[in-house]
């Protein structure tokens, strides 16, 4: 994918969005698009919908991860755990996005997404070779399956899409960047974030937010909490929100079961934006006078532009999401989607972005390719290392004496902060379903427990860079606006300052039987 977006954004930072590249990837995705209808109507066995015996194996096959098969479940099953040893893979890439930024001698080189994709393909290899060693071609084939077919291309395609969608929209404003201002931002994002996911939602409002501050020197923590409350508390209320809650929609919890989590949604959120309020008001009062000047006289209304079109498309994209799922059959028909239609309708939507958009508005955003690329390079790595911790998770999980709301919030949690949320919720799900029913249940599980894993499913992505994928792509943009973000650990001081407290009183208010 890299080659054919634009090369130039591998190493360089800002590369502004070209005619060129943007006629290349339209080529390339209606090449894909064709490709794959053509494989679909010369009867393709793999492209093929499921027969109607094979729906519930598929769904069965489905709830062990984002897709997996049947095959790669049993082998899942019949394998002991991997030696903790195999987790060094993972906790060493952690350490690269670390360390290797605030390092003198490797900052600069860590720049260039090509580095970080070196970095990241080194060490899945080393994962892949001992899947290859100790369980021959099979079991790294279905490792390589679940990882990258069923885990990261629909990741990465989503947020593709996401990203470069509403790259489209441009929420021209220039305001004054007073706390309440910021803070405005920021709860709008948290709402839109369960209706338009949490990726959409970042990429609509990050780039007015940093335009409304553009005259403010202290402007990192305001992109902090962005991040906590858009990229990932603001999207609880619905599955389309966050990847977690869909996976729960399809393991049978009803779609807008999620709804009934408002208060908790409100309690985090709201306090968020208490404290955002109280900093940014200290922090405003640190700025210079002529910062301050500046701010007031260079005043712009709020205009959106591109929205018609771009607007559309994104509810198109959150729509492939709802009903285009290989594991469901689509509401009111018998019929399931082919393999990786929904990721092909999601890349025919970008297509006609670029296509009928207006290029004018994405030049002025200085949209370009380089945050998504970051993701890309990294996770790509990220999801393949993870696989070893994921499936000792799997079969450590039901012998961890997680039996409580408030043990299941922080368990999971904590794991999802540094692994895939998506499938850590699945692990505790299930192990919340092997306990048995309650007085109230939902999708097989006792209500207050899937309550309790929900909320640490997503409220903990915010603790990370790497907690859930907007996180990184917000980082990048204002990094390329200028604002120089703290590091990965320096981060972990915001979120273990700010967020812990929150969510340690949220349990005791809403989780108190626990």
Not at 116 to 131: D, G, M, S
Not at 310 to 323: C, D, W, Y
Request: hydrophobic residues 50%; glycine residues 8%.
């Amino acid at each position: 994918m890299a080659q054919a977006l634009v090369p130039d954004t591998m190493t360089a930072p800002a590369h502004a969005l070209s005619p060129r590249s943007d006629k290349t990837l339209i080529t390339v995705i209606v090449a894909l698009v064709v490709a794959y209808f053509a494989a679909v109507a010369l009867g393709v066995p793999w492209f093929a919908s499921l027969p109607a015996a094979d729906h519930s194996e598929h769904a069965q096959a489905a709830e062990q991860g984002h897709g997996s098969d049947a095959a790669h479940s049993a082998q899942e099953e019949n394998h002991p755990a991997p030696p903790l040893f195999m987790v060094l893979p993972f906790a060493a890439l952690l350490g690269a996005i670390a360390v290797l930024p605030l390092v003198p001698k490797t900052a600069h080189w860590w720049e260039s997404n090509l580095h970080r994709f070196y970095v990241a393909a080194a060490l899945a290899a080393v994962t892949l070779a001992y899947y290859l060693l100790a369980s021959g071609v099979l079991e790294t084939a279905h490792v390589i399956e679940h990882a990258v077919l069923d885990e990261y291309i629909p990741f990465i395609v989503l947020l593709f899409s996401l990203y470069t969608i509403s790259g489209g929209i441009r929420i021209e404003c220039d305001l004054r960047a007073l706390p309440v201002v910021n803070a405005a931002f920021i709860g709008v994002g948290a709402t839109l974030a369960s209706f338009i996911g949490t990726t959409g939602a970042a990429m609509l409002l990050i780039r007015p937010l940093l335009e409304t501050n553009k005259e403010r020197r202290h402007v990192v923590h305001t992109v902090v909490f962005f991040i906590f409350a858009v990229c990932n508390c603001g999207g609880l209320l619905l599955p389309i929100g966050d990847p977690p809650l869909f996976l729960g929609y399809l393991r049978g919890v009803d779609f807008f079961w999620t709804l009934r989590l408002w208060p908790e949604w409100l309690f985090v959120n709201g306090l968020l934006l208490v404290v955002y309020v109280a900093w940014d008001g200290l922090m405003y009062r640190r700025e210079k006078p002529q910062d301050i000047q500046r701010d007031e006289t260079q005043v712009r209304p709020l205009r959106i532009y591109g929205w018609k079109l771009n607007g559309l498309l994104l509810l198109g994209v959150i729509a492939s999401v709802a009903f285009l799922d290989k594991s469901k059959a689509v509401p009111g028909t018998n019929w399931h989607p082919w393999p990786y239609l929904r990721e092909v309708v999601q890349l025919a939507l970008v297509a006609v972005s670029l296509g009928l958009g207006v290029k004018s508005i994405r030049e002025k955003n200085n949209f370009n390719y380089h945050a998504i690329l970051e993701v890309a390079a990294l996770f790509i790595g990220i999801f393949i290392c993870m696989q070893p911790a994921l499936q000792i998770l799997h079969v450590k999980g039901p012998s961890l004496g997680v039996d409580t709301p408030k043990e299941f919030f922080w368990a999971t949690g904590s794991l999802s902060s540094v692994l895939d949320n998506a499938p850590t919720y699945v692990v505790f799900f299930e192990t919340a379903k092997a306990l048995g029913p309650g007085p109230a249940q939902t999708g097989g599980v006792q209500e207050l427990l899937l309550v309790a894993i929900s909320l640490g499913a997503v409220f903990m992505g915010a603790m990370t860079y790497i907690g859930n994928g907007p996180n990184f792509m917000v980082k990048a943009i204002a990094e390329s606006s200028g604002i120089r973000m703290p590091s990965f650990f320096g981060y972990m001081l915001y979120s273990c300052g700010i967020l812990l407290p929150i969510f340690w009183l949220m349990t005791e208010v809403f989780l108190k039987s626990g």
